[in-house]
Nanobody, 123 residues
Framework: QVALVESGGGLVQTGGSLRLSCAAS????????MGWFRQAPGKEREFVAAISKYSESTKYADSVNGRFTISRDNAKATLYLEMNSLKPEDTAVYYC????????????????WGQGTQVTVSS
């Protein structure tokens, strides 16, 4: 069992930046591929980014590639998402999740989820 708690969301203007964090507890953090997903009102939850167990590989959705950076600190059992050049369409609840599948991109491939943190980008 892995417990995940996101933080760092908030309200930011277009073009601004935010850094999300996801603190993990329970089983060994480095056992898991970690991912970020987001869900806007009335839409399905979508993949944002994923990172391998020891940070050797990352994957991004096309919509955030070049603007967002996923990273992790296994010693601190913490996952991060650095978000730059934010756009109104980035507004959503952001979730971190843990998977045993390499660079998984589907919600069904993730076993553990946090409660989410709201990110709102004003125009």
């Amino acid at each position: 069992q892995v417990a995940l708690v996101e933080s760092g969301g908030g309200l930011v203007q277009t073009g601004g930046s935010l850094r999300l964090s996801c603190a993990a507890s329970g089983r060994t953090f480095s056992w898991y591929v970690m991912g970020w997903f987001r869900q806007a009102p009335g839409k399905e939850r979508e993949f944002v980014a994923a990172i391998s167990k020891y940070s050797e590989s990352t994957k991004y959705a096309d919509s955030v590639n070049g603007r967002f950076t996923i990273s992790r600190d296994n010693a601190k059992a913490t996952l991060y998402l650095e978000m730059n050049s934010l756009k109104p369409e980035d507004t959503a609840v952001y979730y971190c999740a843990a998977s045993r599948i390499f660079l998984a991109t589907s919600t069904s491939e993730y076993n553990y989820w946090g409660q989410g943190t709201q990110v709102t980008v004003s125009s």
